[in-house]
């Protein structure tokens, strides 16, 4: 079996052209156009900032209506005191019914340390001030014992 090769100088077939007239279909072409990143950017911003109020206001509305305040606002168990004794660890008084319960806390565990009756105070503590609570004169009185006036 040979069969017959076409010669090399043959030219490509080429389409037949398009039917002129009427009944010619045509296919719109799209027009390139710019792409507008103004509408965009304006709906993201307005997307965002609606996401932080709605965060916002939910956090004002956890605070408000707390959660102690949805059932444990009756609840027999009070926090009386605590003392910070080290980085990771307290000491909270923690007042149960007519008792109060001396415990010790600290990341992994909590300690009844002691249990008392529940003490009555007619005086109001005493409040600590901080060495810190006025930041400017702190400031000024050690920037004048730096500068040995």
């Known amino acids: 079996m040979v069969m017959a090769m076409a010669p090399a100088s043959a030219t490509p077939a080429t389409p037949a052209p398009a039917p002129v007239g009427a009944m010619a279909m045509t296919i719109p072409t799209p027009q390139p156009t710019t792409p507008s990143t103004g509408g965009g950017l304006l709906q993201t911003s307005l997307a965002l900032v609606f996401v932080i109020g709605l965060m916002l206001g939910l956090a004002w509305l956890t605070k408000r209506f707390a959660p102690n305040k949805f059932g444990g606002g009756n609840s027999n168990v009070k926090l009386v005191g605590s003392l910070s004794v080290g980085t990771?660890?307290?000491?909270?008084?923690?007042?149960?019914?007519?008792?109060?319960?001396?415990?010790?806390?600290?990341?992994?565990?909590?300690?009844?340390?002691?249990?008392?009756?529940?003490?009555?105070?007619?005086?109001?503590?005493?409040?600590?001030?901080?060495?810190?609570?006025?930041f400017a004169d702190w400031f000024k009185q050690t920037i004048d014992k730096r500068n040995g006036k």
């Open 88 to 134: 990771r660890e307290r000491i909270l008084v923690v007042e149960v019914g007519e008792q109060w319960i001396v415990v010790g806390a600290s990341p992994g565990r909590m300690n009844a340390l002691a249990t008392m009756p529940r003490q009555e105070s007619s005086e109001p503590l005493p409040t600590a001030a901080l060495p810190t609570a006025n």
